[in-house]
């Protein structure tokens, strides 16, 4: 069965788009076959593996607006085991043109049906809000992973998305859980970052993963290297660190 995850938290800069590209590119080298599908208008997660994102014309931009078919837009291995659904700055207009659009939450679901039995796993990048494109991969997902920086005020905005993805499994999507939370930019060697590991295993006991995404010059390089780490630094601390978060997300398939 595919297991379809929503990659999400409406505060920027926590390490969505690295945990996505990274997660998808580990999972690949274990041998999962994955489709990652790019839901933020920036674009970095196609950028991640040297897709020119400007020159593309079919994009998730296009499939949303009904002008192609979910097969016209996906760019097959870009690196082995893993194709990507590509978005750019079009992407932000989608908000203004799919008002009015009955069920515009259901779009890419719907889309999805058609292609989903052919990966082990869909990854959807989610912008950093709670908007359509964020609702249309929600509505898709099964699970949600969240990623939460190690630093102050790490829980805020964090009760917020909860609510929104039980809102979601209430109303969209009875399918939709909240598989776990990542840290990243970890420090073990700060009291802060223990602190915040703490406070979130407080609140959420069961779902905190195990692995912690440490702060790696080599995971901050690679984006500029259009790679993912498996690629860019194979034997970094960030591309081991990611690794072992893929076995655990592998294991509770």
Not at 58 to 70: A, C, D, K, M, P
Not at 123 to 147: G, H, K, R, Y
Not at 186 to 211: A, M, W
């Amino acid at each position: 069965m595919t297991k379809i995850i929503a990659i999400a938290n409406q505060k920027g800069g926590v390490g969505k788009t690295t945990t996505t590209v990274n997660l998808a590119a580990c999972l690949a080298e274990m041998g999962r076959k994955v489709l990652l599908i790019d839901t933020d208008p920036q674009g970095n997660a196609t950028t991640n593996f040297s897709i020119n994102k400007v020159e593309q014309e079919n994009t998730l931009y296009e499939l949303l607006l009904g002008e192609i078919s979910v097969n016209d837009c996906i760019l097959k291995d870009v690196i082995p085991n893993v194709s990507i659904i590509p978005s750019n700055v079009n992407l932000a207009a989608a908000e203004i043109e799919l008002i009015g659009i009955e069920e515009k939450e259901f779009i890419i679901k719907k889309e999805i049906e058609f292609i989903k039995d052919d990966y082990d796993y869909i990854i959807f990048d989610c912008p950093p809000a709670l908007n359509t494109l964020t609702l249309n991969a929600m509505t898709t997902a099964n699970s949600v992973i969240v990623p939460i920086q190690c630093e102050y005020l790490a829980l805020e905005g964090l009760s917020d998305l909860i609510t929104t993805i039980n809102l979601v499994k209430e109303r969209l999507n009875p399918e939709l859980d909240l598989e776990g939370i990542v840290f990243t930019m970890y420090d073990g060697r700060t009291v802060l970052s223990q602190q915040v590991v703490e406070n979130v295993k407080e609140h959420f006991p069961d779902k905190i993963y195990e692995t912690k995404i440490p702060r790696n010059v080599r995971l901050s390089e690679a984006p500029s290297f259009g790679q993912p780490i498996t690629v860019y630094d194979p034997k970094s601390t960030g591309a081991e660190s990611y690794r072992s978060l893929a076995k655990e997300v592998d294991a509770r398939k």
